[in-house]
T-cell receptor, first 113, second 110 residues
Framework: DGGITQSPKYLFRKEGQNVTLSCEQN?????MYWYRQDPGQGLRLIYY???????QKGDIAEGYSVSREKKESFPLTVTSAQKNPTAFYLC????????????FGPGTRLTVL | GQQVMQIPQYQHVQEGEDFTTYCNSS?????IQWYKQRPGGHPVFLIQ?????EVKKQKRLTFQFGEAKKNSSLHITATQTTDVGTYFC??????????FGAGTILRVKS
């Protein structure tokens, strides 16, 4: 945390609906990341962005989309194409030019009914 | 691609016992980082190791980076209930992004 906010903390959606998760940071960090965490598993990278208006797919990008129109914001859309969307989603950021230390937001727990 | 393996998956210890988690990378790393995630929380950065053979201490926590820069360990001496959580290592291959291990869940019985 320390300047990275994610909202809401808990989110429920019906199957087949797209849903957008919010991630905002006021740390003036260039790079932002989205991870997915499933019970008992590590963090899997969905998408990342190193600069405004540019982003790259991570290891599990299928069924997700992102945008980076502002430095402070990196929203993630979970589309209906994502087969198992129920998970804990974590956003992170870091400053380029330094170490890869990442600062995580508090996370959004998405449940698709 | 780069893979980071972490063992054990779970560790249940009596308060006061020691705890160690190990991390192994399939490739040589430029640095390795450790994070702690409390139950219901988010990962928080603990430390970064950069040099071959490096050892760093934070109170009861000792972090080591292997000579070949492919493995690392986190050792907690005399665990306390506040140590409960999941400990992740994350490796950085030269010029590439962070890759997280699956984590070790630590439970402490008081």
């Amino acid at each position: 945390d320390g300047g990275i906010t994610q909202s809401p903390k808990y989110l429920f959606r019906k199957e087949g609906q797209n849903v957008t998760l919010s991630c905002e940071q006021n740390l003036n960090h260039d790079a932002m990341y989205w991870y997915r965490q499933d019970p008992g598993q590590g963090l899997r990278l969905i998408y990342y962005s190193q600069i405004v208006n540019d982003f790259q797919k991570g290891d599990i990008a299928e069924g997700y989309s992102v945008s980076r129109e502002k430095k402070e914001s990196f929203p993630l859309t979970v589309t209906s194409a994502q087969k198992n969307p129920t998970a804990f989603y974590l956003c992170a950021s870091r400053t380029t030019g330094t170490t890869d230390t990442q600062y995580f937001g508090p996370g959004t727990r998405l449940t698709v009914l | 691609g780069q893979q980071v393996m972490q063992i054990p998956q779970y560790q249940h210890v009596q308060e006061g016992e020691d705890f160690t988690t190990y991390c192994n990378s399939s490739t040589t790393l430029s640095n390795i980082q450790w994070y702690k995630q409390r139950p219901g929380g988010h990962p928080v950065f603990l430390i970064q190791l950069v040099k071959s053979g490096e050892v760093k201490k934070q109170k009861r926590l000792t972090f080591q980076f292997g000579e070949a820069k492919k493995n690392s360990s986190l050792h907690i001496t005399a665990t306390q209930t506040t140590d409960v959580g999941t400990y992740f290592c994350a490796g950085v291959e030269y010029g590439n992004k962070l890759v997280f291990g699956a984590g070790t869940i630590l439970r402490v019985k008081s």
